[in-house]
């Protein structure tokens, strides 16, 4: 360009859009989140009892968490620790939990929706009570020594059972503190 002329840079080739391109998109399937998933290399099981307890105000559903030590120690998600719980439910369910244990710690509910169809119940901060809050799997007692319990209580009504609560074919994950393994299971309420 001559003298006090300004320079602009060339614009784009034809075709090309002139905006920065889009984000990419989110992560799909269940967990809705960036993380290492899969069924495999877990220390962690879960299992829910097919019957649950009628108390005042609905249902008490009870379940257990137990350590396994059958993973391969050389992936990273086998020495995982359990910071918390992600179940995917039905989307008329928000705020139909009253109350949580876990041990003997209680623990409030949380929920995120990653859209229509993607509501996630959430148990979080699991390893709150144990010494650097971490609760790694050689924490929880095997499924002989009777695990780790877990109950959740769920309002009279719609969502009053686990089957009405959970979306059909519900997944449910646990996650590590940092959300890097997340290794994810489909529900059944005897397995």
């Known amino acids: 360009p001559e003298p006090g002329t300004p320079s602009y840079p060339n614009p784009p080739e034809p075709g090309t859009p002139a905006t920065p391109?889009?984000?990419?998109?989110?992560?799909?399937g269940f967990p809705w989140c960036k993380c290492e998933k899969g069924t495999y290399n877990t220390p962690f099981r879960l299992a829910f009892s097919p019957d649950s307890e009628q108390v005042d105000g609905g249902r008490k559903v009870n379940g257990v968490i137990t350590g396994d030590s059958g993973c391969d120690e050389s992936d990273p998600c086998c020495n995982m620790d359990?910071?918390?719980?992600?179940?995917?439910?039905?989307?008329?369910?928000?705020?139909h939990v009253y109350?949580?244990?876990?041990?003997?710690?209680?623990?409030s509910a949380t929920y995120q929706s990653y859209g229509v169809n993607k509501l996630v119940f959430k148990i979080t901060r699991l390893g709150k009570g144990f010494?650097?809050?971490k609760r790694v799997w050689t924490d929880i007692p095997p499924a002989e020594e009777g695990g780790l319990p877990i109950?959740?209580?769920?309002?009279?009504?719609?969502?009053?059972?686990?089957?009405?609560?959970?979306?059909?074919?519900?997944?449910?994950?646990?996650?590590?503190?940092?959300?890097?393994?997340?290794?994810?299971?489909?529900?059944?309420?005897?397995?």
């Open 21 to 28: 391109s889009a984000p990419p998109p989110p992560p799909t």
């Open 82 to 95: 359990l910071h918390k719980l992600e179940f995917h439910i039905n989307d008329v369910c928000r705020n």
């Open 99 to 107: 109350g949580i244990t876990v041990g003997d710690q209680s623990f």
């Open 131 to 133: 010494p650097g809050g």
């Open 151 to 191: 109950s959740f209580y769920l309002k009279d009504g719609v969502c009053g059972s686990l089957e009405s609560f959970l979306a059909p074919g519900t997944e449910f994950a646990f996650m590590n503190t940092g959300s890097t393994c997340c290794p994810s299971f489909t529900f059944n309420a005897d397995t």
